[in-house]
């Protein structure tokens, strides 16, 4: 079994930004792809941004192009997304997300991030 813990949610003011981190551990034989995905009150569960784990290619929604990065470490079997430049918007539950090469996903319990004055 694969286990994601994530941390560094909060309340932010708009304007400012927040650095999330996900750490896999367990039963990690091969690890695909990382990433976060999101979910505001009353929506669907939207993809932020993943990272491919061997050759770190990276995709952003578009709403947070310019803003969020992806970014991971190997070594720790951590995948981080700096968040920059927050909008009232982006307040969400923030959800960690692997996919192995055997195409099993996993998903973190989720943290809360708020961004409001």
């Known amino acids: 079994q694969v286990q994601l813990v994530e941390s560094g949610g909060g309340l932010v003011q708009p304007g400012g930004s927040l650095r999330l981190s996900c750490a896999a551990s367990?039963?990690?034989?091969?690890?695909?792809?990382m990433g976060w995905f999101r979910q505001a009150p009353g929506k669907e569960r939207d993809i932020v941004a993943t990272?491919?784990?061997?050759?770190?290619?990276?995709y952003y929604a578009d709403s947070v192009k310019g803003r969020f990065t992806i970014s991971r470490d190997n070594a720790k079997n951590t995948v981080y997304l700096q968040m920059n430049s927050l909008k009232p918007e982006d307040t969400a539950v923030y959800y960690c997300?692997?996919?192995?090469?055997?195409?099993?996903?996993?998903w973190g319990q989720g943290t809360q991030v708020t961004v409001s004055s």
């Open positions: 990272i491919s784990w061997s050759g770190g290619t990276t």
């Open positions: 367990g039963s990690i034989f091969s690890i695909y792809r």
């Open positions: 997300y692997l996919l192995t090469l055997s195409r099993h996903d996993f």
